[in-house]
């Protein structure tokens, strides 16, 4: 099986980085694959992991967008998290507590999910097309 972490690259338009959200409660499937941002094994603890997955209605692939511009998954209660606040391309994303430094815009030109104060997209790493592949 593939593995890979979730990362963030700069936003450069490719078919990796766009994305459809569907309000079902607020689902983030990638247009390309079909997949679903999915918290790994449903884990609710900080630093989990953040990947790619069939999409299965499961609660860890179900996200509630905070009116700051955080993205909360449901089942944890965690929002989408850059690790130690890193910024550079490849930088893993992962769950933690929402402490509100969390912030994601969404792009409607090609539904990206940017970092506002980078512009870098939410992407899948090595342009990953299995179940697991990260973010």
Request: aromatic share 6%; glycine share 10%.
């Amino acid at each position: 099986m593939y593995h890979s972490n979730d990362h963030i690259w700069e936003r450069n338009g490719s078919e990796v980085q766009n994305h459809d959200i569907i309000f079902d409660n607020v689902t983030i499937v990638n247009q390309q694959l079909g997949n679903a941002l999915n918290i790994s094994s449903g884990c609710t603890n900080n630093s989990d992991n953040v990947q790619i997955w069939e999409k299965n209605g499961n609660g860890s692939q179900v996200q509630r967008l905070g009116a700051g511009g955080e993205i909360i998954n449901l089942w944890s209660g965690k929002a989408l998290d850059c690790s130690k606040g890193a910024t550079c391309d490849g930088t893993h994303v992962q769950e933690r507590y929402n402490i509100g430094a969390q912030k994601w815009n969404i792009k409607f030109d090609t539904v990206s999910i940017v970092i506002p104060q980078l512009g870098n997209a939410l992407d899948v790493r090595s342009n990953g097309t299995h179940n697991s592949s990260n973010v």
